[in-house]
Structures are given as structure tokens and as C-alpha cells.
């Protein structure tokens, strides 16, 4: 067995967001290729050891400080050293400038590989800060791993180190999903009605969800909002003084309630417009199950799942009548929505599985030892 370390700020059950789902996938998905994962990352809770997560071990280290997203903790240096000795490969998840401190300071000599998630938009007095440390870290690791050849190209970071360059598209298992129960399915047709344009993730800066409300205003049509974050209650406000009717914000929901609302809902929206946005898991959810999306063309893997005029329809970022005026065009071809639904569930079984993933990523853990 390969016993492999994955390190990142959060995990299960903290917090649930596209990176840790993706860490997740890799860790139960690689043990039928012979590795031994686990996860090491901070936590509010406090310390712990050997906390199992379905069928791999967690580890948590005690989060003492959070600044400008970024988590510090003193004793993850010793909690890191320990867990890594013992670890053939380390595995980071980038970004997150803290890790780069710990993989200086501890000096092991082990195997590295980087998940590299996505660019530092926002905070870019920090990256002016952090990039020295960055270069180090990255020219120090053996392998970088991008989701997508989009961003590949398009990162100004990724650009730099194109030799230690691999590109291992995200995966999903439908069969780790729950199944929607038909009292659940019913409960949201009688709530949402028929047909409803779906958006899922959090609330965040870069979701471009003040563009999906104002397309929402110039088409009238029917648009639900799973999800919460620190935008909700100004996303919420700017829906009523639109007058918004037709608009409803679920808040956060479990995985049941959201399987339900993928399988119900007529398409898909996904109006992120920052490159913070590196892939987004919930597009790839919504080609699982076989739905028309709606996607902004911005240089990532947004892109590659969503394949302009086969999968869905792509449209510029910050656009708010031009993502109104896919939304009716899907709206008023069902016979297109569904040709492009089937479509993106085609290329999600060609390109996206976890299988696929955990196999790409177990070949590249033998290739470094």
C-alpha cells in the first residue's frame, strides 16, 4: 500500500465545499488502486487523531488564527511532521499560503504533489506579499496537478511551471449520492412547480449572482437558489426590491434536498465570472444528472465542461442580457434543452468520473516513488 497525506485548511464535516468534495473523492476512490489516504487540516473543534470519514482516516489540527481566508495554526507544524514521516507521498490542495510555510519548516523528504485548485483573485495585496514564498513552494514540489486544460493555459501561475505541469480533470460517483425519495421530489414539483432555472453553490463574490438576479428581472423567468454564504441577505434584498417574485432562495440544504432539486429543475445556471472560480464541482453535478448549462467564458474549467452549443450555452462574464437571453432560448426550445442535457451527461461519463480521477492520480503517486 502507498499511504498517502492529503493537507488543507478544512474538511468534512467542517466544511463541505467543491475542494474538499474533490479531496474526498480522491481519498475513497484511490484505495482500490492500492493507496492508503488520509487527511490532515484544521479545525475549530480542536485536535484529534484517527477520526475515520467513510473508508479513510481524518486528522484535525487545532485552527488558532484565520486571516484573509487563510488558516494558522502553531501545532499543525508537529501534527504535518509527525503524519507526513509516516506517509509516502504528500498530497497539498492549493491555495492556501500556510501550507507552503509548514512544507518549508518541517523539511521532509518525501514525494509532493500539488492539487492546484485555483488563482489568488482576491486578495491581491496578499499574493504581492506571498508570491516570493509561492515561487519557492511550487519550484520545490514534483508534480502540479490542473483540473482543466483551460485554466492550465490561462493561469499566470500554472504558466510558470508548465514542466511540472499534469492535468487530471475533477470527478464525480453518482453512487455516493443520495437518492431522492419520491415524497421529497414531490414536496419540491408542488413548491417550485414544473420548470425552474437552478443555481447551487455558495454565495460568494466571484458566483456572479447579482448577474443571474438582474437576467432573472429582464426575462421572468422562474429561478431557484440553493445555498448560503455571506451575500444571502444583500442577494435576498436586491431580489425584493426588484420585485423579484419569481425568484426563491432555498438557503443551505442536505444532499437529499439538492438531488432532488438537480433531478426537478429544467437547466442549469452557473454564473460565476472570476477565475476564483476554477471549475466548479456543481456544473459537474449538473451534467451528472443530465442537465442543459449555462456557464461564462473566462478561461477555466467552467469551459471545459460546459462545451459551447453541445452541453449548454456559454455567455461573457458580468452579462446580465446575455444570460437572460440564453435562459429564454433554452426555455423556449425543450427540444434543444434536453438534446444538450443528454449531451453533458455523455461527456460527464466520458471525461468526469471519480474512477477516472482516482486512477489518473494513483498512476501519478507510483510514477514519483
Known amino acids: 500500500m502507498i499511504k498517502v497525506l492529503h493537507f488543507f485548511k478544512t474538511y468534512y464535516p467542517d466544511s463541505m465545499g467543491g475542494i474538499e468534495q474533490v479531496i474526498f473523492q480522491i481519498a475513497e476512490g484511490t484505495q482500490a488502486h492500492g493507496i492508503e489516504p488520509e487527511v490532515l487540516y484544521l479545525s475549530s473543534r480542536g485536535a484529534a487523531r484517527n477520526e475515520p470519514v467513510a473508508n479513510h482516516l481524518t486528522h484535525r489540527a487545532k485552527l488558532d488564527l484565520h486571516v484573509a481566508s487563510t488558516g494558522f495554526s502553531l501545532s499543525a507544524f508537529k501534527d504535518f511532521a509527525e503524519l507526513a514521516r509516516k506517509a509516502d507521498i504528500v498530497h497539498f490542495h492549493f491555495p492556501w499560503p500556510y501550507m507552503d510555510l509548514v512544507h518549508f519548516a518541517t523539511r521532509l523528504n518525501k514525494p509532493t504533489v500539488v492539487s492546484y485548485h485555483s488563482d489568488i483573485v482576491k486578495q491581491k495585496w496578499l499574493l504581492k506579499l506571498y508570491q516570493p514564498l509561492m515561487n519557492r513552494f511550487f519550484s520545490s514540489v514534483d508534480r502540479i496537478v490542473a483540473s482543466s486544460p483551460n485554466y492550465a493555459a490561462h493561469s499566470p501561475v500554472l504558466t510558470q511551471f508548465k514542466d511540472t505541469v499534469s492535468i487530471i480533470p475533477y470527478g464525480l460517483d453518482r453512487s455516493t ?130 462545451l459551447a452549443d453541445q452541453t449548454g450555452l456559454v455567455v461573457p462574464p458580468r452579462d446580465a442580457p446575455a444570460l437572460a437571453q440564453a435562459m429564454q432560448q433554452l426555455w423556449d426550445d425543450p427540444a434543444q434543452a434536453q438534446a444538450m442535457g443528454a449531451a453533458a451527461q455523455q461527456r460527464f461519463e466520458n471525461v468526469f468520473t471519480a474512477s477516472a480521477m482516482a486512477n489518473a492520480y494513483a498512476e501519478l503517486y507510483r510514477s514519483l516513488l
Open 177 to 306: 449520492y443520495p437518492k431522492a425519495s419520491a415524497e421529497k421530489l414531490a414536496y419540491w414539483r408542488q413548491r417550485l412547480g414544473e420548470r425552474f432555472f437552478l443555481f447551487v453553490g455558495a454565495l460568494r463574490y466571484y458566483k456572479g449572482l447579482d448577474y443571474l438576479l438582474e437576467a432573472a428581472r429582464i426575462s421572468g423567468l422562474p429561478v431557484v437558489i440553493m445555498g448560503g454564504g455571506f451575500l444571502e441577505q444583500q442577494l435576498r434584498q436586491q431580489a425584493s426590491d426588484a420585485g423579484l417574485s419569481q425568484v426563491q432562495f432555498l438557503g443551505g440544504l442536505p444532499d437529499e434536498d439538492k438531488v432532488a432539486l438537480l433531478e426537478l429543475c429544467y437547466a442549469f445556471t452557473f454564473p460565476s465570472h472570476l477565475r476564483s472560480e476554477s471549475f466548479g464541482i456543481s456544473l459537474l453535478e449538473a451534467a451528472m444528472y443530465g442537465k442543459p448549462l449555462i456557464s461564462c467564458e473566462m478561461g477555466s474549467g467552467t469551459t471545459f465542461i460546459n
